[in-house]
């Protein structure tokens, strides 16, 4: 069997990349040329000094990981500019061996007055359903030799926001001035959800699925949960950001309250010393009911190593990472990239890290690669999604063989 730190054949294998920002994985030409059209001021005008001055290699906090944000979303405010990133987005991940992406993006950070949420959803789609249509239509794919591309799309709400978010945000606070503001960021995921279910149910965009993204701490999941009891009666998927920068407490309100279906992040599960809950008197128990339950429920956890190594030092240590403590419990794992720019990585990048890092078993990386299209929010039927993630663990057979038939015996 070849090597799994064969960088070629993890880029060869087909992949899945489920934690996927639209804002934060532009390619830096694209934002060079659009900032130029639309009268964005840059830091540089070159991807050599973007790279040295906010798309960074390593980062010294949150914050600064955040700053590149500013930038991209600045020319995400138009439909052809929607469409543009997004389609690139996709051609960058079927260069690499990526079949599935489920890209998601905040509508609100865009929509204006001439473009509301569901026309930034339909302009998404548009984008990716244009580099799908391309690549299936490949003779070795349309032959069936090898798996096609296909795509969902996940719409975030915000746990928290300000005016200055987007033109949508700031006429959102000016309209509900006199409600506190814990009530009015639950309004605004509301008001998000239901164009979202339109979106899906109405006009067959495939929005699989919300997601409730932003700084936890201070900012509790359960401020959004009528939103996301709308999205279980409208069949939605749910994914959550929780135990990035809180508790353990984040993710078990995330999965008890808000019904999450997978989990973004995830980094204090199996960590005692996170606990801060005074009600909780013994943390190691805690966490490890807590682990028992997610893995009993196959609760799948998007783990983005790059992303946690430069926004948390405690990660610049990679071995540190619990992502090894979680293969060893057998959760359902699945790696993504997070921000493809912002993070200067590729789901090829991801799966090297772990391989080398954590020793991985070929038994281990086929698991995570398969978790990655089981637990997927796949739009189409669920007898259609089987057949596919029977097509693309077949390919990956197939690839293994060919780099083992190449190797000296």
């Known amino acids: 069997m070849t090597s799994l730190a064969n960088e ?17 994985s532009m390619r830096i030409p694209t934002l060079i040329e659009l900032a130029r ?31 590149g944000f500013a930038y991209t979303t600045a020319v995400m405010r138009t439909r052809p500019q929607l469409e543009r990133i997004a389609y690139e987005l996709a051609l ?21 007055t001439d473009m509301d949420m569901v026309e930034c959803l339909r302009a998404v789609s548009s984008g990716l359903a244009r580099a799908e249509t391309e690549f299936n239509a490949r003779p070795e794919v349309a032959g069936g030799a090898e798996p096609p591309f296909h795509y969902g799309i996940i719409a975030c709400a915000m746990r928290f926001f300000t005016p200055s978010f987007s033109p949508w945000y700031a006429r959102f606070f000016e309209m ?35 997601d409730l993204a932003g700084s936890e701490k201070g900012w509790p999941a359960i401020n959004h949960l009528e939103s996301f009891r709308s999205a279980q009666r409208h069949f939605l998927k749910k994914s959550v950001h929780a135990g990035e920068a809180y508790g353990p407490e984040s993710i078990y309100q995330a999965i008890t309250e808000l019904y999450a279906d997978r989990i973004g ?18 943390p190691e128990a805690y966490v ?21 190594q ?57 698991n995570i690669l398969v978790y990655g299209f089981k637990r997927s929010f796949f739009p189409g039927r669920y007898d259609q999604k089987r057949e596919y993630v029977r097509r693309c663990m077949e390919y990956f057979e197939k690839v293994e063989r060919e780099f083992s038939e190449g190797e000296p015996r």
Request: aromatic residues 8%; negative net charge; hydrophobic residues 35%.
């Open 8 to 24: 070629e054949f993890l880029r060869r294998l087909p992949k899945t990349d489920l934690h996927l920002h639209l804002d934060g």
């Open 176 to 210: 509900h001035g006199y409600i506190r503001k814990e009530k009015v960021f639950a309004l605004a995921s509301m008001e998000m959800e239901e164009a979202v279910a339109r979106a899906r149910w109405e006009e067959g965009i495939p929005v699989v699925g919300i």
């Open 310 to 366: 430069q926004t948390n030092p405690a990660y610049r240590d990679l071995g540190s990472h619990p992502f090894g403590k979680m293969m060893e419990r057998k959760l359902s794992v699945t790696l993504c990239t997070d921000n493809r720019t912002v993070s200067d990585t590729t789901v090829t990048k991801e799966l090297h890290k772990a391989v080398t890092t954590f020793d991985l078993t070929r038994n281990n990386l086929k």
């Open 37 to 67: 059209e639309a009268g964005v001021r840059l830091p540089s005008y070159t991807e050599e000094g973007l790279r040295e001055t906010v798309f960074k290699s390593r980062y010294a906090s949150l914050d600064e990981y955040l700053k």
């Open 288 to 308: 490890d009911a807590l682990a028992q339950y997610i893995g009993d429920r196959r609760i799948t956890l998007e783990v983005c190593l790059t992303s946690n």
């Open 265 to 282: 992040h995830g980094l204090t599960l199996l960590d005692p010393h996170a606990v801060t809950s005074p009600d909780i008197v013994d």
């Open 92 to 112: 960058d991940n079927q260069a690499e061996g990526v079949r599935y992406i489920e890209v998601r993006f905040a509508p609100q950070l865009h929509a204006d």
